[in-house]
């Protein structure tokens, strides 16, 4: 069967690159000084958060990219993580225009195209489950015996 026809691949493939890239910006809030940064930005346009959300955001990022790197509660993570993206779309990044450039005279321009792209890999993944290639399939099918 043509590689085109096999929708487990497909949903490896997007699921461990939508999974990287939140792990890795939970671990920069985490770890990278990233929280501080995210902080300035929005101050820089008059708003400010608890740090408890901006903990509690890195930590999402971390653990839900690498469920869905893995595999594991992978809607869940993805579930989750939409939300959050749906949310700092609508608060920020909307305002902000579509595109992620540099504008004269703007100190901001973080537009929502990245966000779009992250959200429907995140939409495809809860919908369509991890496939075949996930670690909770592999769990699923170990108690229930092989498949058949």
């Not at 779009?116 to 670690?135: H, T």
Request: proline share 5%; net charge positive; charged share 15%.
């Amino acid at each position: 069967m043509p590689i085109a026809r096999k929708p487990d691949v497909g949903l490896l493939i997007l699921r461990v690159a939508v999974g990287l890239v939140f792990l890795f910006h939970g671990w920069a809030k985490l770890f990278g000084d990233q929280i501080s940064f995210v902080q300035e930005m929005l101050q820089m346009v008059g708003w400010t958060l608890p740090e408890a959300i901006l903990w509690l955001v890195a930590l999402l990022e971390l653990f839900g990219g690498i469920a869905l790197v893995l595999g594991v509660f992978s809607r869940s993570a993805a579930l989750l993580l939409t939300i959050e993206m749906v949310i700092a779309v609508a608060l920020f990044h909307l305002r902000q225009g579509f595109f992620i450039v540099s504008v004269p005279n703007v100190p901001l321009a973080y537009g929502f195209e990245y966000h779009i792209a992250l959200v429907s890999g995140l939409v495809c993944v809860a919908l369509g489950g991890p496939g075949r290639w996930a670690l909770e399939e592999r769990l699923r099918r170990g108690r229930a015996g092989p498949a058949v």
